[in-house]
């Protein structure tokens, strides 16, 4: 056999194996998106047959001259923090994956100064509408439950922060941080490593792109965002497989000096940019920046758990 028909067979054979290797994981990787929906959905209605779906609930924020960071149930919400193309900005979106049931639920606006600058501006402003959308966006019907429009300040402030509730009903009550620990009594520097390498986990799923490993790590938080946004099978899977096609795609960029951020009245706990005070790992697919935030929290049972 000459050296040339040797060096073929060679290529074909590579060829052949890494097109197997693919079929093998592209075959775990349904079967897991199957596994999960299954999780994500059991015991929840069928909501793609039902004629009125329950209802949503938006956030709406115009602002100018300041960053910001909007907290529900203490957790962020909403966040202004990258003014390089300006600091007027108006928002809006759903809210309900940051509510945990019916009731009182408590928001926090927190504003501050702009790039370069030490205090707000005085002409810092912000205001902010929560919108109750009765069966699933129909125009009908929306109502205004909450709004805040921030007075101008009268003297420099380094942050200004409005604390306020509003009222919502929905089908759904979060109850697992009912059995989560109050991370602020543990000893910081057993804490730090803890969190770190929950962070060291997630990050190697994200540069590894690996999309059977990232819908288990997160399964806990598809299983929530499923009950709160009424999804349907179909749905979840589109959602999942948009997500892992994003991850293989793009690069993770360095995530800066951190530190921990509380949040949840200190029973969630994520890694903040010590020096952007965002609480997101960045991804560049090349043409857009997306950011992912990892949450977590710790049982009573000593395990950890995205949030």
């Excluded at 079967?31 to 793609?48: F, Q, R, V």
């Excluded at 100018?64 to 600091?87: E, H, M, R």
């Excluded at 949840?264 to 020096?275: D, G």
Aim: hydrophobic fraction near 35%; charged fraction near 25%.
């Amino acid at each position: 056999m000459t050296i040339k028909k040797y060096l073929l067979i060679l290529s074909l054979f590579v060829l052949f194996q890494s097109c197997g290797q693919e079929k093998k994981s592209q075959a775990a990787l349904n079967t897991k998106i199957e596994e999960i929906i299954s999780y994500a959905t059991e015991g929840l209605p069928d909501y793609g047959k039902m004629e009125k779906l329950p209802d949503l609930y938006n956030i709406s924020i115009s602002s100018s001259n300041c960053k910001y960071v909007i907290l529900i149930n203490d957790i962020p919400n909403t966040a202004f923090s990258n003014d390089s193309q300006g600091s007027v900005t108006s928002k809006t979106k759903g809210i309900n994956s940051s509510l945990l049931g019916s009731g009182l639920t408590p928001i926090e606006i927190r504003l501050f100064p702009s790039t370069g600058k030490q205090v707000l501006d005085k002409y810092a402003s912000i205001s902010v509408k929560i919108e109750h959308i009765p069966h699933m966006g129909s125009a009908e019907g929306r109502e205004t439950v909450w709004t805040y429009k921030m007075p101008m300040l009268e003297q420099p402030l380094p942050t200004f922060v409005h604390k306020g509730a509003f009222e919502v009903t929905v089908p759904f009550k979060i109850t697992a941080l009912e059995n989560a620990v109050d991370l602020s009594t543990l000893d910081s520097t057993q804490l730090r490593k803890e969190v770190d390498a929950q962070f060291a986990t997630f990050i190697s799923i994200l540069e590894k792109g690996d999309g059977v490993a990232l819908l288990d790590f997160t399964k806990e938080r598809e299983r929530r965002s499923a009950k709160k946004w009424y999804s349907t099978k179909e749905e979840l899977k589109e959602e999942m497989v948009a997500d892992i096609e994003e991850i293989k795609k793009s690069k993770l960029l360095p995530l800066p000096k951190a530190i921990l951020k509380f949040y949840a009245n200190n029973k969630v706990v994520s890694l903040k940019n010590a020096e952007t005070l965002e609480t997101y790992l960045w991804m560049d697919d090349g043409e857009y920046y997306s950011g992912r935030a990892l949450y977590l929290y710790k049982t009573k049972d000593n395990k950890w758990h995205v949030w």
